[in-house]
């Protein structure tokens, strides 16, 4: 004999249920992740800049030095 597999019932309340709270999430404002991500970028660059003239600054005050001497 084969055995008989029951299919369960599908409940449609809970399908629907389950259709309109997926429809309350919110997908992520893609102009908004890219515009910041640039604003970080432009940041950083910023900070780096300011990084590079300082150790470019103490450089040539050093070497002022050592030359005086």
């Known amino acids: 004999m ?9 409940n449609h309340k809970d399908f629907d249920l389950s259709l ?9 404002n893609i102009d908004h992740l890219i515009k910041r991500i640039m604003t970080e970028r432009r940041l950083e ?3 780096n800049i300011a990084t590079m003239v300082l150790i470019l600054f103490a450089v040539a005050i050093i ?6 001497a």
């Not at 084969?2 to 599908?10: G, Q, V």
């Not at 070497?63 to 005086?68: E, M």
């Open 2 to 10: 084969r055995a008989m597999l029951k299919k369960p019932a599908i």
């Open 20 to 28: 309109s709270h997926e429809k309350k999430i919110q997908r992520p």
């Open 45 to 47: 660059r910023k900070t």
């Open 63 to 68: 070497a002022l030095i050592l030359t005086q």
